[in-house]
């Protein structure tokens, strides 16, 4: 299968994996939600108390909790750090629902949203079990497009430098490969898209943009700061909803770019591990061909602990 159509089959199984679950969400929490509830007790409370023109303990008591659950499922203050933070948290929608499995397949989990019922709570444990996998399975197809730059990325600087200036150092090259691929994700993923998020969201600086930008791709989901609660900078609602959908496909773009960085490091780790066993094996041989107690087999034992494998290496000739 082509690699763009194993992306697409992945993707789509995905998206309707996280639309279905976004309907049966929506559906158990808005019908259960605190929203229609409170509304009515808080108009039933408060004009018992206007024909009366007194307070009773018992209303005041029912307002109050009333309120507490008002602000539970509308407005929330968020303390972080030194600087306390007002927002609304806007009544749920089906795409705010989607949102919501979009964080929690992903493992961001913003926290900002989560199951109010009983029901909603359960639906999230086989939503996350089938998910979570099926989320890393779109990553690990999507990191082949950042697998194939990398290549052809190498192949332009080994065409440019081993033609020219580096041909008899390899380590220069490698290190100026490397450099490159650096500063070219650098810029792709944190120092330009922050500054699309400092325009777009309302009353981020720049430097907060790229706080929530960085640990939202490594999952870190903090949840002090949101994507698209605030878009009144976009103008209109369809560039709201084109907005969010861009930045879904951004951040799954992402994630899997630094699942690529991830397994890039470990196939780096396992081939460097391979080489200086190899050369501690060829060392123990040549040293004393004839010795079969030799000390240096130690050393091979902790290579392969440190590549997580306690294979037994082959015995000494002799």
């Known amino acids: 299968m082509k690699w763009w159509a194993k992306i697409l089959l992945s993707a789509t199984v995905n998206f309707a994996w996280i639309a279905g679950w976004g309907a049966i969400y929506y559906e158990v929490e808005y019908q259960n939600s605190f929203d229609t509830k409170n509304k009515y007790n808080a108009t039933e409370v408060i004009g018992r108390i206007l024909d009366n023109g007194t307070i009773r303990s018992e209303d005041m008591i029912n307002l109050t909790n009333t309120i507490v659950k008002a602000i539970n499922a509308g407005n929330a203050i968020n303390v972080s750090g030194i600087r306390l933070v007002s927002e609304r948290i806007k009544p749920l929608t089906y795409w705010r629902s989607v949102v919501f499995i979009i964080t929690a397949v992903t493992t961001i989990g913003f926290g900002n949203r989560v199951p109010k019922t009983l029901p909603g709570q359960l639906l999230v444990v086989p939503m996350a079990i089938v998910g979570i996998p099926l989320f890393g399975w779109l990553l690990v197809d999507v990191a082949i497009i950042h697998t194939k730059i990398r290549v052809y990325l190498f192949k332009v600087v080994d ?17 100026a490969k490397w450099t490159i691929l650096t500063i070219l994700y650098t810029a792709i993923f944190t120092v330009f898209p922050s500054y699309v998020f400092h325009y777009t969201e309302k009353n981020w600086s720049y430097g907060e943009a790229f706080y929530v930008n960085f640990s939202t ?13 605030n878009l ?5 609602e369809y560039w709201a909803w084109l907005y969010q959908f861009l930045l879904t496909i951004y951040i799954i773009i992402g994630l899997s770019f630094y699942v690529s960085i991830f397994a890039i490091f470990s196939e780096s780790r396992t081939e ?3 080489k200086i066993e190899d050369k501690l094996v060829k060392g123990c041989v040549a040293d004393d061909i004839n010795n079969k107690t ?16 306690m294979d037994n290496p082959s015995p000494v000739p002799g």
């Open 159 to 175: 065409s440019i430098l081993g033609g020219y200036c580096c041909k008899k150092n390899p380590m220069t090259i490698s290190v």
């Open 217 to 229: 791709l490594t999952t870190m989901g903090f949840g002090d700061y949101i994507f698209g609660e």
């Open 232 to 236: 009144d900078n976009l103008g209109s």
């Open 272 to 274: 460097f591990g391979t």
């Open 294 to 309: 030799n000390p240096k087999l130690d050393r091979i034992f902790f290579v392969s602990l440190v590549k997580g494998t």
